[in-house]
């Protein structure tokens, strides 16, 4: 498998939806995983494969470059833009921003876990982070 492919225009936060926003301090596209950098108080993407980077906070709601506001999913229901499978649980991959099946990971990276497909095209978010690496 591979990361999801998401079509940012249909990334849409479900009624029970727990949202922030913020400023981004890269460019980000809707349906990317993000966290908030602490030194600069601005949103940026998670990747599995980067050094302070592997956590997620939530998921962009909106596209923004630098400085631009943007808007993010924390928990709750997300029509995230792309086909699922509904009982599979996603993951923070690799790639920059990226959403993964649990197939993906691989040894070096970190077990967070973002969300569960409740069907084809929801994703249940509630990020869990228990701070392990994959040997």
Sequence with gaps: MADLVITAASVVAGTNSTRDVGT????????????????????????????GTRQVHGIALNGASLNQPVSIHKAGDITIGATLVAGTDYWLSGTAGGLCPRADLATGMDAVQVGIAKSTTVLAVDIQDPGVTLA
């Design 24 to 51: 981004a301090g890269a460019t980000i596209t809707a349906g990317q995983l993000i966290y908030l950098d602490a030194a600069t108080n601005k949103w940026l993407l998670s990747d599995n494969n980067g050094t």
